[in-house]
């Protein structure tokens, strides 16, 4: 059941009557009544929140209360919209259409009420009818079905698994005689399953074990079922097998408990996805002090945290050559590739993304079919056979909890193998209303520990990560999760993805992927049914955008919160300030520099993502915009001259970048009008006096929640800022001048500053000198075009710095070789396009301590010769 997909509605719901009470006034009883329907069914139907144990509930039943569901969703956005235009009304029009907007007001408050009773007729009627078997059972059934039919799929001598096998060997052997839990964790299909398999049928554990047992978890498994499975398992005596169904649970668990403290023993319970799993069981597994062992597998990282400290080995993809020996092996059986269709094999195992299940699956398929060309090729597509994986894979959706359910079906939006924006996706998020509201924390918070509950759930893979190698800067799916997610955001009406193979429309969904160029989908489906809530062009080239496919999304978009134009050559048109709804636009254009004073009507909009545009200022008026909480732009934009001193203009402000400040909008910093700024780029405009740029510095640090900041162009005044919040944990200066004795001593006290980049900055001589006690918990440093020849630590500075980057210091020859001794922590340094002489001092550095060096000599350098 996909009933976590009414999880936006709900919150849409309580965000209007939290926060936009005067735009449903005379009808808030109706809307409020329909929130508290909705939030009931939602949690009821949910398995994961345990709520379902009477009734099976059919899909058809959910996709009635979600039709009607959205229909009122439709009902209160256009009367939203419509109560917009009246308010901007003067008084003559007011008063003119006042009587209409009575009526109109009467007819909602009847339209959400019937739709309220029809939503609850539905409800009621499929539980009164339902049928009687409850459906804990039905799921387990189907389950431990499931479960028999991976076995079938599931590969005995999966190739590739040498290294993975020593791996795990080494976690077995690494707390000696204590008992430990060992976990491996990976996405569905990866072969965490038969990785435990060899080790629990090699002879080496064998022999170790004097009691070994292997159980499968089911989801619905009890404490009671999953010790009787572990005893069943163990080579108990014919006597105590047949007490066993008579006992009592405390009797079972102090039987498992005696039995295991007499010998040595391994447990692998296989496929966990309870994260409380480990409360449950842990009392009846002693330490004996006798070298025993639990092996558990599963999909969500944070079960193995749970039951144990060893970190949790991750299962990594197999490699294009590892790929392609399973794909040979499991079609060839032993026999040889004929050289003519090599080349399409190894385009297949490609295909499969290194996931082990789809090379098998497709493997036993091609086993069976003519070895030809023309047979082969047409599997070249390969993820939409794999039916048999789709079932296996769908677990990991059918086990998520509700909140995340629309988060990971979303990803879906994106095209193949694109590697995913991680600020941009969570900024979606959180416009389209997938993110819970809670008191305590921001919602951009609640966000990226959504994402983060993803990856440990092994939905998303990690593409690459930002320079403090912490948060994760873009992310991919896998070709498999990606169709599952498009298959069953179709059927759920949730997100449509529209290619140009496939450009004709044949849903209503809520939400519209285009992925290559409009005009097919448009001419081929000039009026859209319904009122999508998003449309999102995403990984096509730059192409550009009739100025008549603004009256198609004006007439087809009305009620759109999400609008992303990817990479476009377009004008935007003073209409857009009817799309009141508007919580999201992004536009990347070669070509736009203005942008007109309309959007300022845009009071919903929380993300305004203008990277790759290079804009010239922006609006008048940009003041109104009080929700507006992230402002990206390819800089310096200049703010309005005349924005209103008086109000606090950008009050909600979190993400700004890049601004540059003029003597006009100065107060913006000065008087701490952007209270709430968490990030913050400026450029500071060459016509300013130094006294305001002084102000401006000196005010930084009443930015209570600054922790990211880059200052750009203040290469010719001397006197850098005297202080920073000490909360701020990222700087980048850019074309700034550096006193050695003054800037560069500021920041090193800062406390907890972790990342420094200094790109293009002028010193006030030819070094660069670190004091001691500097930089205690910095941990990336980068210089970049730095026209320096030395570097000076001495020896308490950089005590945690993990990763170092030089770039195009060419001048640099001087390092601190001895010093450096002390940084126990330094992990990567990368030297590029930078002097010989640096690259070889770090290269006797490395002969006694263990980091990664990357080098990428200056042009000419006789380097590798």
């Not at 990690?462 to 403090?468: N, P, Q």
């Amino acid at each position: 059941m996909a009933t976590g997909l009414l999880t936006p509605v709900v919150q849409y719901l309580v965000q209007l009557l939290d926060e936009e009470a005067r735009l449903v006034g005379g009808v808030k009883d109706e809307v409020n009544s329909l929130k508290g329907e909705l939030s009931f069914i939602s949690n009821y139907l949910d398995p994961s929140e345990g709520k379902r144990k009477e009734h099976s509930i059919s899909k058809v039943v959910v996709g009635q209360i979600r039709e009607k569901a959205f229909e009122a969703e439709d009902v209160i956005d256009t009367f939203i919209l419509n109560t917009s235009k009246h308010t901007r009304r003067n008084a003559v029009g007011k008063m003119i259409h006042g009587s209409y907007h009575a009526k109109t007001l009467l007819e909602v408050a009847k339209r959400i009420e019937s739709l309220n009773k029809e939503i609850n007729k539905i409800f009621a009627n499929s539980t009164k009818y339902a049928g009687e078997r409850a459906e804990a059972s039905v799921d387990a059934e189907s389950e431990e079905a499931l479960h028999r039919r991976r076995r079938e799929v599931e590969e005995d001598d999966v190739v590739g698994f040498n290294n993975n096998l020593m791996a795990l060997e080494k976690l077995f052997s690494a707390n000696g005689a204590e008992l430990d839990v060992i976990s491996i964790i990976g996405m569905g299909g990866l072969g965490k399953t038969t990785l435990a398999r060899k080790i629990y049928n090699t002879t080496h554990f064998r022999s170790r074990f004097a009691r070994r047992a292997w159980v499968y978890v089911s989801q619905h498994d009890k404490t009671r079922e999953l010790l009787l499975k572990i005893l069943k398992e163990m080579p108990i005596s014919d006597e105590l097998r047949r007490n066993l169904q008579g006992m009592g649970d405390g009797e079972l668990k102090e039987t498992l408990y005696k039995y295991l403290n007499e010998e040595r023993y391994l447990v692998v319970m296989d496929d966990i996805w309870k994260i409380d799993f480990w409360d449950q069981v842990r009392s009846v597994f002693p330490n004996n002090s006798n070298g025993s062992r639990i092996l558990i597998t599963g999909r969500n990282k944070a079960v193995a945290l749970k039951a144990s400290h060893t970190p949790p080995y991750i299962l990594p993809f197999l490699n294009k050559e590892e790929s392609l020996r399973l794909f040979h092996k499991k079609v060839f059986r032993g026999g040889e590739c004929r050289p003519e269709l090599e080349s399409l094999a190894r385009q297949l195992a490609e295909g499969c993304r290194g996931l082990p299940l789809s090379i098998v699956v497709l493997g036993g398929i091609l086993a069976n079919e003519k070895q030809e060309l023309l047979t082969w090729s047409k599997f070249v597509r390969v993820n939409r056979y794999l039916t048999q994986c789709k079932d296996i894979l769908a677990l990991s959706y059918t086990y998520l909890q509700r909140h995340l359910k629309p988060c990971f079906l979303y990803l879906g939006a994106y095209p193949e193998n694109f590697e995913i924006p991680v600020r941009q996706l969570i900024n979606l998020w959180v416009a389209e209303g997938f993110i819970q509201h809670t008191h305590n924390m921001d919602t951009e918070d609640v966000a990226e520990d959504y994402f983060e509950q993803l990856i440990d759930r092994s939905l998303i893979q990690v593409a690459s990560r930002r320079t403090d190698r912490r948060s994760v800067k873009t992310c991919r799916i896998h070709d498999l999760l990606r169709d599952f997610c498009i298959s069953q955001s179709a059927e759920e009406k949730f997100l449509e993805v529209r290619t140009e193979v496939n450009h004709l429309s044949a849903n209503k969904s809520r939400r519209l992927s285009i992925q290559g160029s409009i005009d097919p989908y448009i001419f081929s489906n000039p009026s859209h049914p319904t009122f999508p809530r998003s449309l999102l062009f995403l990984g096509q080239d730059a192409n550009d955008f009739d100025p008549n496919h603004w009256r198609w999304i004006h007439e087809n978009f009305k009620l759109v919160r999400v609008l992303n134009f990817g990479h476009v050559n377009l004008s935007i048109p003073t209409s857009i300030g009817r799309l009141i709804h508007l919580r999201y636009l992004g536009i990347k254009s070669d070509t736009l520099k203005v942008i007109p004073p309309s959007i300022c009507n845009l009071t919903n909009l929380e993300t305004l993502d203008m990277r790759g545009t290079f804009l010239n200022r922006l609006p008048k008026g940009i003041g109104k915009m009080r929700r507006l909480k992230n402002l990206y732009m390819s800089g310096p934009v200049s703010l309005p001259d005349d924005l209103d001193p008086d109000i606090k203009a950008l009050w909600s402000l979190q993400d700004l970048s890049t601004v540059s400040l003029t003597p006009q909008n100065v107060p913006l910093i000065v008087e701490a009008k952007l209270a709430n700024i968490r990030k913050l780029g400026i450029w500071f405009a060459s016509d300013e006096s130094n006294n305001e740029v002084v102000d401006v510095l000196k005010s930084l640090i009443h930015l209570p929640h600054l922790h990211t900041l880059k200052i750009i162009n203040f290469s010719e005044r001397p006197g850098f800022p005297i202080s920073f919040p000490s909360k701020i944990t990222k700087i980048t200066l850019r074309r700034v001048c550096l006193e050695v004795d003054g800037g560069m001593k500021v920041l090193g006290e800062l406390p907890d500053l972790l990342i420094l980049k200094l790109q293009r900055c002028l010193l006030s001589s030819n070094y660069l000198e670190v004091i001691d006690g500097s930089f205690p918990q910095l941990e990336v440093l980068k210089l970049e075009n730095l026209r320096i020849k030395a570097l000076k630590q001495n020896r308490a500075a950089f005590p945690c710095l993990k990763h170092l980057v030089i770039k195009g210091c060419t001048e640099l020859t001087v390092l601190p070789s001895e010093s450096w001794s002390l940084c126990c922590a330094l992990r990567d340094v990368e030297v590029l396009r930078s002097n010989i002489e640096s690259v070889i001092t770090l290269q006797e550095l490395q002969r006694y301590f263990e980091f990664n060096l990357l080098i990428d000599p200056l042009p000419g350098d006789n380097f590798y010769q």
